[in-house]
Protein backbone atom coordinates (compact mmCIF):
# COMPACT_ATOMS: atom_id res chain seq x y z
CA UNK A 1 0.00 0.00 0.00
CA UNK A 2 1.51 3.37 -1.34
CA UNK A 3 0.39 6.04 0.86
CA UNK A 4 1.35 10.29 0.82
CA UNK A 5 2.88 10.64 4.60
CA UNK A 6 3.64 14.50 3.77
CA UNK A 7 4.12 17.05 1.21
CA UNK A 8 7.66 15.19 0.23
CA UNK A 9 6.79 11.66 1.41
CA UNK A 10 5.71 8.87 0.55
CA UNK A 11 4.84 5.20 2.90
CA UNK A 12 4.96 1.92 1.55
CA UNK A 13 3.36 -0.80 4.06
CA UNK A 14 4.78 -4.06 4.04
CA UNK A 15 3.98 -7.78 5.44
CA UNK A 16 6.64 -8.19 7.16
CA UNK A 17 10.98 -6.42 8.20
CA UNK A 18 12.10 -8.90 5.76
CA UNK A 19 9.73 -6.90 2.98
CA UNK A 20 10.78 -3.83 4.33
CA UNK A 21 14.38 -4.33 3.74
CA UNK A 22 14.12 -6.11 0.51
CA UNK A 23 11.84 -3.14 -0.42
CA UNK A 24 14.56 -0.22 0.28
CA UNK A 25 17.00 -1.99 -1.60
CA UNK A 26 15.05 -2.06 -4.13
CA UNK A 27 14.02 1.69 -3.78
CA UNK A 28 17.23 2.69 -2.96
CA UNK A 29 18.68 1.44 -6.12
CA UNK A 30 17.54 3.59 -8.25
CA UNK A 31 18.91 6.55 -6.77
CA UNK A 32 16.88 9.11 -7.21
CA UNK A 33 15.52 9.70 -3.53
CA UNK A 34 16.56 12.16 -0.55
CA UNK A 35 15.91 9.22 2.12
CA UNK A 36 14.60 5.71 2.13
CA UNK A 37 13.96 4.54 5.39
CA UNK A 38 12.82 0.82 6.16
CA UNK A 39 10.65 0.23 9.39
CA UNK A 40 9.17 -2.98 10.86
CA UNK A 41 6.56 -2.70 8.59
CA UNK A 42 7.13 0.02 6.23
CA UNK A 43 9.47 2.23 3.98
CA UNK A 44 9.04 5.52 3.87
CA UNK A 45 10.69 7.72 1.52
CA UNK A 46 10.99 11.35 0.89
CA UNK A 47 11.66 12.79 -2.62
CA UNK A 48 12.74 16.24 -3.23
CA UNK A 49 9.88 18.41 -3.89
CA UNK A 50 11.96 21.04 -5.29
CA UNK A 51 12.99 19.07 -8.36
CA UNK A 52 10.38 16.39 -8.60
CA UNK A 53 6.64 16.36 -9.18
CA UNK A 54 4.50 14.48 -6.55
CA UNK A 55 2.76 12.62 -9.45
CA UNK A 56 6.05 11.87 -10.74
CA UNK A 57 7.30 10.19 -7.87
CA UNK A 58 4.38 8.04 -6.77
CA UNK A 59 4.21 6.75 -10.67
CA UNK A 60 7.95 5.72 -10.00
CA UNK A 61 7.29 4.28 -6.80
CA UNK A 62 4.09 1.99 -8.08
CA UNK A 63 6.13 1.12 -10.61
CA UNK A 64 8.53 -0.54 -7.77
CA UNK A 65 6.07 -1.85 -5.97
CA UNK A 66 4.07 -3.63 -8.98
CA UNK A 67 7.26 -5.03 -10.12
CA UNK A 68 6.92 -7.21 -6.44
CA UNK A 69 9.87 -7.56 -4.09
CA UNK A 70 12.15 -9.74 -4.81
CA UNK A 71 13.98 -11.30 -1.36
CA UNK A 72 17.08 -10.35 0.00
CA UNK A 73 19.88 -13.39 -0.15
CA UNK A 74 20.22 -14.04 3.37
CA UNK A 75 23.66 -13.70 4.16
CA UNK A 76 26.21 -16.52 4.71
CA UNK A 77 28.05 -14.68 7.61
CA UNK A 78 27.04 -14.47 10.99
CA UNK A 79 28.39 -11.67 13.06
CA UNK A 80 29.55 -13.19 16.48
CA UNK A 81 28.40 -10.34 19.19
CA UNK A 82 30.49 -11.13 22.76
CA UNK A 83 28.09 -10.46 25.41
CA UNK A 84 29.20 -10.53 29.44
CA UNK A 85 25.87 -10.99 31.01
CA UNK A 86 24.51 -9.90 34.45
CA UNK A 87 26.39 -8.11 36.71
CA UNK A 88 27.33 -4.46 36.55
CA UNK A 89 27.57 -5.44 32.54
CA UNK A 90 23.28 -6.06 32.50
CA UNK A 91 22.05 -4.59 35.68
CA UNK A 92 18.29 -5.78 34.42
CA UNK A 93 19.19 -9.43 34.51
CA UNK A 94 18.04 -10.50 37.56
CA UNK A 95 14.50 -9.13 37.73
CA UNK A 96 13.94 -9.61 34.35
CA UNK A 97 14.49 -13.63 35.10
CA UNK A 98 13.01 -13.40 37.95
CA UNK A 99 9.47 -12.26 36.36
CA UNK A 100 10.24 -14.45 33.65
CA UNK A 101 10.51 -17.15 36.29
CA UNK A 102 13.56 -18.28 34.83
CA UNK A 103 17.56 -18.66 36.19
CA UNK A 104 20.41 -16.19 34.70
CA UNK A 105 22.17 -19.70 32.97
CA UNK A 106 18.49 -20.59 31.59
CA UNK A 107 18.31 -16.92 29.70
CA UNK A 108 21.51 -16.94 28.89
CA UNK A 109 21.21 -20.25 27.31
CA UNK A 110 18.12 -18.85 25.49
CA UNK A 111 19.73 -16.23 24.38
CA UNK A 112 22.65 -17.49 22.88
CA UNK A 113 20.80 -20.49 21.25
CA UNK A 114 19.70 -19.10 18.31
CA UNK A 115 20.86 -16.84 15.07
CA UNK A 116 18.83 -13.62 14.97
CA UNK A 117 18.22 -11.09 12.34
CA UNK A 118 19.20 -6.93 12.50
CA UNK A 119 16.00 -5.93 11.98
CA UNK A 120 16.12 -2.50 11.63
CA UNK A 121 19.55 -0.01 12.59
CA UNK A 122 18.34 3.48 13.84
CA UNK A 123 16.79 5.46 16.65
CA UNK A 124 20.67 6.92 16.92
CA UNK A 125 23.75 5.93 14.64
CA UNK A 126 24.44 2.05 14.36
CA UNK A 127 21.55 1.16 17.12
CA UNK A 128 20.24 -2.27 16.13
CA UNK A 129 16.93 -3.98 16.68
CA UNK A 130 17.54 -7.11 16.53
CA UNK A 131 14.39 -9.82 16.06
CA UNK A 132 12.34 -12.30 17.46
CA UNK A 133 13.15 -13.36 20.32
CA UNK A 134 12.03 -16.90 21.74
CA UNK A 135 8.53 -16.08 23.63
CA UNK A 136 10.06 -17.55 27.15
CA UNK A 137 12.08 -14.10 26.87
CA UNK A 138 9.67 -11.42 25.75
CA UNK A 139 9.71 -8.86 28.47
CA UNK A 140 7.86 -4.97 28.80
CA UNK A 141 10.13 -2.24 28.38
CA UNK A 142 11.13 -0.29 31.20
CA UNK A 143 8.33 1.93 32.97
CA UNK A 144 10.77 4.59 33.83
CA UNK A 145 13.51 4.93 31.14
CA UNK A 146 16.87 5.46 32.03
CA UNK A 147 18.90 9.20 31.29
CA UNK A 148 21.29 7.56 30.49
CA UNK A 149 21.99 3.89 29.37
CA UNK A 150 26.23 2.98 28.01
CA UNK A 151 27.38 2.68 25.17
CA UNK A 152 27.50 -1.46 24.13
CA UNK A 153 24.40 -2.37 26.50
CA UNK A 154 22.83 -5.53 25.16
CA UNK A 155 19.35 -4.87 26.31
CA UNK A 156 15.57 -6.41 26.00
CA UNK A 157 12.60 -5.10 25.03
CA UNK A 158 9.21 -6.68 24.31
CA UNK A 159 10.50 -9.36 21.58
CA UNK A 160 13.67 -7.63 20.63
CA UNK A 161 17.45 -7.74 21.47
CA UNK A 162 18.23 -3.90 21.26
CA UNK A 163 21.99 -3.03 20.73
CA UNK A 164 22.66 0.48 21.80
CA UNK A 165 26.05 1.63 19.92
CA UNK A 166 26.14 4.51 21.45
CA UNK A 167 25.25 6.62 25.17
CA UNK A 168 21.47 7.38 25.16
CA UNK A 169 18.53 8.04 27.41
CA UNK A 170 16.90 4.85 26.54
CA UNK A 171 13.86 2.65 28.50
CA UNK A 172 15.11 -1.17 27.42
CA UNK A 173 16.10 -3.35 29.88
CA UNK A 174 20.06 -4.13 30.04
CA UNK A 175 20.65 -7.50 30.69
CA UNK A 176 24.82 -7.51 29.15
CA UNK A 177 27.29 -5.54 27.62
CA UNK A 178 29.47 -6.07 24.66
CA UNK A 179 33.11 -4.83 23.72
CA UNK A 180 32.47 -4.43 19.95
CA UNK A 181 32.35 -1.28 18.67
CA UNK A 182 28.85 -0.99 16.56
CA UNK A 183 29.59 2.89 15.10
CA UNK A 184 32.94 4.60 14.76
CA UNK A 185 32.52 7.55 12.79
CA UNK A 186 36.43 7.90 12.17
CA UNK A 187 36.40 3.87 10.52
CA UNK A 188 36.21 3.56 6.58
CA UNK A 189 32.64 1.77 7.59
CA UNK A 190 31.36 3.22 10.72
CA UNK A 191 28.73 0.66 11.06
CA UNK A 192 29.10 -2.90 11.89
CA UNK A 193 25.71 -3.76 11.87
CA UNK A 194 23.60 -3.43 8.86
CA UNK A 195 19.22 -4.95 8.52
CA UNK A 196 19.38 -8.24 6.94
CA UNK A 197 22.62 -9.42 8.74
CA UNK A 198 22.64 -12.49 11.02
CA UNK A 199 23.80 -12.24 14.61
CA UNK A 200 24.52 -14.93 17.27
CA UNK A 201 25.42 -13.52 20.98
CA UNK A 202 28.52 -15.35 22.12
CA UNK A 203 28.13 -15.31 26.50
CA UNK A 204 31.72 -14.13 27.82
CA UNK A 205 32.81 -16.27 31.08
CA UNK A 206 33.44 -14.49 33.90
CA UNK A 207 37.20 -13.46 34.03
CA UNK A 208 36.64 -13.22 30.19
CA UNK A 209 38.54 -10.32 28.50
CA UNK A 210 35.94 -7.77 27.15
CA UNK B 1 43.47 31.59 14.44
CA UNK B 2 40.37 32.70 16.33
CA UNK B 3 40.45 32.25 20.21
CA UNK B 4 36.98 31.24 22.22
CA UNK B 5 36.86 33.32 25.19
CA UNK B 6 33.86 32.55 26.36
CA UNK B 7 31.81 29.54 24.87
CA UNK B 8 28.04 31.06 24.87
CA UNK B 9 25.15 28.37 26.22
CA UNK B 10 25.72 25.89 23.43
CA UNK B 11 27.60 26.67 20.47
CA UNK B 12 28.43 24.06 18.07
CA UNK B 13 30.24 24.30 14.51
CA UNK B 14 27.68 23.38 11.80
CA UNK B 15 27.54 23.20 7.91
CA UNK B 16 25.03 21.30 5.63
CA UNK B 17 22.85 18.26 6.80
CA UNK B 18 24.20 14.91 6.06
CA UNK B 19 21.52 13.27 3.90
CA UNK B 20 21.25 9.54 2.93
CA UNK B 21 22.25 7.70 6.21
CA UNK B 22 18.84 7.98 8.22
CA UNK B 23 18.71 4.14 7.56
CA UNK B 24 21.52 3.90 9.23
CA UNK B 25 20.38 5.68 12.21
CA UNK B 26 22.09 9.01 11.71
CA UNK B 27 20.26 11.96 11.35
CA UNK B 28 20.34 14.50 9.27
CA UNK B 29 21.60 17.11 11.54
CA UNK B 30 23.88 20.61 10.58
CA UNK B 31 22.32 24.10 11.08
CA UNK B 32 18.97 23.78 12.65
CA UNK B 33 17.93 27.06 10.59
CA UNK B 34 19.40 26.46 7.60
CA UNK B 35 18.24 29.66 5.90
CA UNK B 36 19.87 31.79 8.80
CA UNK B 37 23.32 29.85 8.28
CA UNK B 38 23.58 30.54 4.62
CA UNK B 39 22.84 34.35 4.89
CA UNK B 40 25.67 34.35 7.09
CA UNK B 41 28.01 32.62 4.68
CA UNK B 42 26.79 34.80 1.70
CA UNK B 43 28.24 38.00 3.60
CA UNK B 44 31.98 36.79 3.78
CA UNK B 45 31.90 35.17 0.50
CA UNK B 46 31.29 31.41 1.32
CA UNK B 47 29.28 28.84 -0.20
CA UNK B 48 25.70 28.69 1.75
CA UNK B 49 26.93 25.43 3.35
CA UNK B 50 30.71 26.79 5.05
CA UNK B 51 31.41 25.83 8.17
CA UNK B 52 30.50 28.57 10.62
CA UNK B 53 29.48 28.78 14.37
CA UNK B 54 25.78 28.42 15.75
CA UNK B 55 24.91 29.91 18.55
CA UNK B 56 21.79 28.99 21.11
CA UNK B 57 20.23 31.79 23.27
CA UNK B 58 23.84 33.34 24.32
CA UNK B 59 26.28 33.95 22.00
CA UNK B 60 30.29 32.72 22.50
CA UNK B 61 33.01 35.86 22.91
CA UNK B 62 36.10 35.55 20.26
CA UNK B 63 39.37 36.64 20.49
CA UNK B 64 41.19 37.09 16.62
CA UNK B 65 44.84 36.98 15.89
CA UNK B 66 44.20 37.57 12.03
CA UNK B 67 42.42 39.97 10.21
CA UNK B 68 39.32 38.25 8.41
CA UNK B 69 35.77 39.03 7.99
CA UNK B 70 32.97 37.67 10.00
CA UNK B 71 29.07 38.27 9.96
CA UNK B 72 25.92 37.82 12.03
CA UNK B 73 22.59 36.40 10.98
CA UNK B 74 19.38 34.26 12.74
CA UNK B 75 17.87 35.87 15.77
CA UNK B 76 17.91 39.18 17.13
CA UNK B 77 20.74 39.89 19.25
CA UNK B 78 23.30 42.49 20.33
CA UNK B 79 26.64 42.36 19.30
CA UNK B 80 29.53 43.96 19.98
CA UNK B 81 33.45 44.57 18.33
CA UNK B 82 35.95 45.56 21.08
CA UNK B 83 33.10 47.54 22.84
CA UNK B 84 31.00 49.35 20.04
CA UNK B 85 27.81 48.00 18.55
CA UNK B 86 28.24 46.02 15.42
CA UNK B 87 25.18 44.87 13.25
CA UNK B 88 23.78 41.62 12.10
CA UNK B 89 23.23 41.17 8.43
CA UNK B 90 26.21 43.17 7.63
CA UNK B 91 29.99 41.85 6.88
CA UNK B 92 32.07 43.13 9.33
CA UNK B 93 36.06 43.18 9.32
CA UNK B 94 38.14 42.06 12.35
CA UNK B 95 41.80 42.99 12.89
CA UNK B 96 44.56 41.48 14.82
CA UNK B 97 43.49 41.24 19.03
CA UNK B 98 39.62 42.26 17.87
CA UNK B 99 37.01 41.18 20.59
CA UNK B 100 33.76 39.86 19.17
CA UNK B 101 31.32 39.44 21.74
CA UNK B 102 27.97 38.16 20.52
CA UNK B 103 25.20 38.60 23.17
CA UNK B 104 22.32 37.04 24.37
CA UNK B 105 19.40 36.43 22.02
CA UNK B 106 16.26 39.24 22.09
CA UNK B 107 14.29 37.19 20.19
CA UNK B 108 14.57 33.90 18.13
CA UNK B 109 16.65 30.40 19.41
CA UNK B 110 20.11 30.92 17.22
CA UNK B 111 22.76 33.24 15.70
CA UNK B 112 25.51 31.83 12.78
CA UNK B 113 28.69 33.36 12.84
CA UNK B 114 30.47 33.12 9.44
CA UNK B 115 34.04 33.64 8.67
CA UNK B 116 35.43 34.61 5.12
CA UNK B 117 36.85 31.15 4.27
CA UNK B 118 34.80 29.31 6.60
CA UNK B 119 36.00 27.33 9.77
CA UNK B 120 38.37 24.47 8.57
CA UNK B 121 36.74 21.39 9.92
CA UNK B 122 36.96 17.92 8.63
CA UNK B 123 33.92 16.56 6.78
CA UNK B 124 32.86 13.53 8.94
CA UNK B 125 30.24 11.31 7.18
CA UNK B 126 29.58 13.85 4.62
CA UNK B 127 29.74 16.91 7.06
CA UNK B 128 31.77 19.29 9.43
CA UNK B 129 28.71 19.31 11.43
CA UNK B 130 28.73 18.69 15.13
CA UNK B 131 26.41 15.77 16.45
CA UNK B 132 25.88 16.23 20.05
CA UNK B 133 24.51 12.77 20.88
CA UNK B 134 26.96 10.36 19.24
CA UNK B 135 29.92 13.03 19.87
CA UNK B 136 30.74 13.43 16.10
CA UNK B 137 32.04 16.18 13.52
CA UNK B 138 33.16 19.83 14.55
CA UNK B 139 35.43 19.97 17.98
CA UNK B 140 35.46 16.55 18.60
CA UNK B 141 31.27 16.02 18.46
CA UNK B 142 30.99 18.43 21.47
CA UNK B 143 29.85 22.05 21.81
CA UNK B 144 32.78 24.63 22.33
CA UNK B 145 34.59 25.42 25.36
CA UNK B 146 36.49 28.63 26.88
CA UNK B 147 39.92 28.06 25.47
CA UNK B 148 39.01 26.73 21.77
CA UNK B 149 40.86 27.69 19.37
CA UNK B 150 39.34 28.06 15.68
CA UNK B 151 41.15 28.28 12.36
CA UNK B 152 39.90 30.66 9.83
CA UNK B 153 41.51 31.76 6.57
CA UNK B 154 42.53 35.01 6.52
CA UNK B 155 40.90 37.00 4.47
CA UNK B 156 38.40 40.01 3.49
CA UNK B 157 35.58 39.39 2.25
CA UNK B 158 34.07 42.81 0.02
CA UNK B 159 31.87 44.76 2.05
CA UNK B 160 28.01 43.02 1.53
CA UNK B 161 24.87 43.79 3.61
CA UNK B 162 21.59 41.46 3.32
CA UNK B 163 18.69 43.54 1.44
CA UNK B 164 15.68 44.47 3.48
CA UNK B 165 13.47 41.95 1.63
CA UNK B 166 15.95 39.17 2.75
CA UNK B 167 15.99 40.05 6.39
CA UNK B 168 13.61 37.08 7.87
CA UNK B 169 11.60 38.73 11.06
CA UNK B 170 11.90 37.23 14.63
CA UNK B 171 8.47 36.37 15.66
CA UNK B 172 7.50 34.69 19.46
CA UNK B 173 4.26 33.38 17.88
CA UNK B 174 4.73 31.55 14.53
CA UNK B 175 2.53 29.34 12.18
CA UNK B 176 3.82 26.38 10.53
CA UNK B 177 2.46 24.75 7.57
CA UNK B 178 1.69 21.13 8.33
CA UNK B 179 0.16 17.75 6.32
CA UNK B 180 -1.36 15.07 7.22
CA UNK B 181 1.19 12.14 8.35
CA UNK B 182 0.71 8.43 8.87
CA UNK B 183 -1.43 8.08 12.15
CA UNK B 184 -3.15 11.53 11.86
CA UNK B 185 -5.78 8.77 11.47
CA UNK B 186 -5.71 8.21 15.07
CA UNK B 187 -7.16 11.49 15.94
CA UNK B 188 -10.63 11.57 15.36
CA UNK B 189 -12.42 15.18 14.58
CA UNK B 190 -12.85 16.31 17.74
CA UNK B 191 -8.94 15.81 18.43
CA UNK B 192 -7.56 17.50 15.19
CA UNK B 193 -9.91 20.63 15.95
CA UNK B 194 -7.73 20.52 18.98
CA UNK B 195 -4.60 19.89 16.64
CA UNK B 196 -5.05 22.85 14.48
CA UNK B 197 -6.84 25.23 16.50
CA UNK B 198 -4.75 25.00 19.50
CA UNK B 199 -1.87 28.03 20.81
CA UNK B 200 0.83 25.57 21.69
CA UNK B 201 3.37 26.94 23.50
CA UNK B 202 7.29 25.36 22.68
CA UNK B 203 8.14 23.16 26.49
CA UNK B 204 11.20 24.97 28.17
CA UNK B 205 13.38 21.98 27.08
CA UNK B 206 13.73 23.32 23.68
CA UNK B 207 17.01 21.59 21.92
CA UNK B 208 18.44 19.86 18.54
CA UNK B 209 16.79 17.27 19.25
CA UNK B 210 13.18 18.34 19.26
CA UNK B 211 10.69 20.11 21.77
CA UNK B 212 7.37 19.60 23.36
CA UNK B 213 4.50 21.44 22.65
CA UNK B 214 2.20 22.58 25.54
CA UNK B 215 -1.05 23.69 25.75
CA UNK B 216 -3.79 20.50 25.52
CA UNK B 217 -3.38 17.27 25.55
CA UNK B 218 -4.30 14.92 22.80
CA UNK B 219 -6.00 11.70 23.21
CA UNK B 220 -5.15 9.17 20.45
CA UNK B 221 -7.41 6.17 20.07
CA UNK B 222 -4.75 3.92 20.75
CA UNK B 223 -1.89 2.34 23.34
CA UNK B 224 0.45 5.20 22.02
CA UNK B 225 2.50 2.91 20.57
CA UNK B 226 3.02 1.24 17.10
CA UNK B 227 5.81 -0.51 15.06
CA UNK B 228 9.00 1.40 14.92
CA UNK B 229 8.72 3.56 11.85
CA UNK B 230 10.51 6.29 9.85
CA UNK B 231 10.52 9.84 11.57
CA UNK B 232 12.29 13.37 10.26
CA UNK B 233 12.66 16.62 11.40
CA UNK B 234 9.23 18.23 11.50
CA UNK B 235 7.39 15.23 12.77
CA UNK B 236 5.19 15.57 15.65
CA UNK B 237 4.19 12.92 17.40
CA UNK B 238 2.40 11.78 20.56
CA UNK B 239 3.53 10.01 23.01
CA UNK B 240 1.53 8.05 25.47
CA UNK B 241 1.03 10.88 27.59
CA UNK B 242 -0.80 12.97 25.18
CA UNK B 243 1.80 16.01 25.13
CA UNK B 244 2.66 16.30 20.96
CA UNK B 245 6.52 16.60 20.85
CA UNK B 246 8.04 17.68 17.52
CA UNK B 247 11.03 16.52 16.31
CA UNK B 248 13.88 18.67 14.94
CA UNK B 249 17.29 17.87 13.27
CA UNK B 250 19.28 15.50 15.25
CA UNK B 251 16.34 13.52 17.13
CA UNK B 252 16.08 9.76 16.35
CA UNK B 253 15.85 8.38 12.70
CA UNK B 254 12.73 6.22 13.68
CA UNK B 255 10.27 5.74 16.42
CA UNK B 256 7.23 4.12 18.00
CA UNK B 257 4.40 6.71 18.75
CA UNK B 258 2.20 8.26 16.51
CA UNK B 259 2.95 10.65 14.15
CA UNK B 260 0.03 12.85 14.13
CA UNK B 261 1.63 15.85 11.64
CA UNK B 262 4.49 16.12 9.28
CA UNK B 263 5.84 20.32 9.26
CA UNK B 264 6.19 20.89 5.41
CA UNK B 265 9.61 21.07 4.13
CA UNK B 266 9.21 25.16 3.49
CA UNK B 267 9.16 25.95 6.86
CA UNK B 268 11.43 23.48 8.75
CA UNK B 269 14.25 26.12 8.94
CA UNK B 270 12.15 27.69 11.31
CA UNK B 271 12.16 25.04 14.08
CA UNK B 272 15.60 26.56 14.62
CA UNK B 273 14.18 29.93 15.69
CA UNK B 274 11.74 28.22 18.04
CA UNK B 275 12.29 28.95 21.86
CA UNK B 276 10.94 27.80 25.13
CA UNK B 277 7.99 30.05 26.04
CA UNK B 278 7.16 30.60 21.97
CA UNK B 279 3.94 30.67 20.48
CA UNK B 280 2.82 28.09 17.83
CA UNK B 281 -0.26 27.50 15.65
CA UNK B 282 0.15 23.89 13.22
CA UNK B 283 -1.82 24.70 10.28
CA UNK B 284 -3.51 22.27 8.39
CA UNK B 285 -2.46 22.73 4.40
CA UNK B 286 -2.87 20.14 1.21
CA UNK B 287 0.41 18.31 0.47
CA UNK B 288 0.25 19.54 -2.91
CA UNK B 289 -0.27 22.89 -2.41
CA UNK B 290 2.79 22.87 0.78
CA UNK B 291 4.67 21.67 -2.78
CA UNK B 292 3.41 24.75 -4.90
CA UNK B 293 4.58 27.27 -1.81
CA UNK B 294 7.97 25.65 -1.37
CA UNK B 295 8.24 26.19 -4.96
CA UNK B 296 7.33 29.89 -4.95
CA UNK B 297 9.60 30.90 -1.76
CA UNK B 298 12.24 29.28 -3.61
CA UNK B 299 11.77 31.60 -6.32
CA UNK B 300 11.67 34.66 -4.16
CA UNK B 301 14.85 33.87 -2.10
CA UNK B 302 17.03 32.63 -5.73
CA UNK B 303 17.60 36.17 -6.25
CA UNK B 304 19.52 36.75 -3.29
CA UNK B 305 20.74 32.81 -2.37
CA UNK B 306 20.89 31.34 -6.06
CA UNK B 307 21.20 27.65 -4.05
CA UNK B 308 17.94 27.94 -1.99
CA UNK B 309 16.88 24.63 -3.20
CA UNK B 310 19.22 23.13 -1.57
CA UNK B 311 19.14 25.07 1.54
CA UNK B 312 15.37 24.97 2.18
Same mark, same amino acid.
Given at each position: ?????????????????????????????????????????????? +?????????????????????????????????????????????????????????????????????????????????? +?????????????????????????????????????????????????????? +???????? +???????????????????? | ???????????????????? @??????????????????????? !???????????????????????????????????????????????????? !????????? @?????????????????????????????????????????????????????????????????? @??? !???????????? @?????????????????????????????????? !?????????????????????????????????????????????????????????????????????????????????????????????
Amino acid at each position: MLTRSADDQFCLSVKSTADAQALAVQIQESNQWLDVVPGINSVVVR +FDAARMEPDDAEYRLRKIVDHGIEPLAIPEQIVEIPVAYGGNNGPDLERVCKSLEITQPEFIALHTAKVFPVELVGFTPGFA +FIGELQSQLHFPRRKEPRQSVPGGSVAVADSRTGLYALSSPGGWNIVGRTSLRL +FDSAAEDP +FLLSPGMRVRFVPLQNGDQQ | MIRVLKPGLQTTIQSRPRIG @LRHRGVPSGGAADQLSLALANKL !VGNKWDAPALEATLIGPTLLFDKSCSVSIAGGKVATTLNGAPVKSHECIPVR !VNDELAIGG @LLSGARVYIAFSGGLQFESVLGSASTNLQAAFGGVDGRALQAGDTLRALARLADNAKTPDEFRPRS @LAS !VALRTCEAMETD @LLDDAQRTVLFESKWQVGQRADRMGMRLGGALLD !VTSDGRMPSAAVFPGTVQCPEDGAPYLLSVDAGTVGGYPRIVQVARLDLHILGQLRPGDRLRLLRTDPDEAVDLLRAKHDYWREWLPDIAAII
